[in-house]
Nanobody, 121 residues
Framework: QVHLVESGGGLVQAGGSLRLSCAAS????????MAWFRQVPGKVREFVARITWTAGQKYGDPVKGRFTISRDTANDTMYLQMSGLKPEDTAVYYC???????????????WGQGTQVTVSS
């Protein structure tokens, strides 16, 4: 059974920082891309960032320059360092894994349960 487990969410003031983690178990994702998406109620799931198994990175426009994605391939763990947080970053953040370079959530078959990030103004 594949599990992706996010952690590190919470409440932070605008301008603050948080670091999210995503730990994978059940199979190895060494050669997979791993990604972060976020979602607020009533809106579609939004692409945040993606990192390939060769460490190639891509970011969604709203987070460029503020968020940094990284991964520890040996331990199948991915991170999202979020800085300069804004109230509009408030969402449930999901990690995902799949053998794709897509920004589309539909291309990722494996998902975590999500972690809430709330940024107060």
């Amino acid at each position: 059974q594949v599990h992706l487990v996010e952690s590190g969410g919470g409440l932070v003031q605008a301008g603050g920082s948080l670091r999210l983690s995503c730990a994978a178990s059940g199979r190895t994702f060494t050669t997979a891309s791993m990604a972060w998406f976020r979602q607020v109620p009533g809106k579609v799931r939004e692409f945040v960032a993606r990192i390939t198994w060769t460490a190639g990175q891509k970011y969604g426009d709203p987070v460029k320059g503020r968020f940094t994605i990284s991964r520890d391939t040996a331990n199948d763990t991915m991170y999202l360092q979020m800085s300069g947080l804004k109230p509009e970053d408030t969402a449930v953040y999901y990690c995902a894994a799949g053998w794709t370079r897509s920004d589309s959530s539909t291309e990722y078959p494996y998902w975590g349960q999500g972690t809430q990030v709330t940024v107060s103004s």
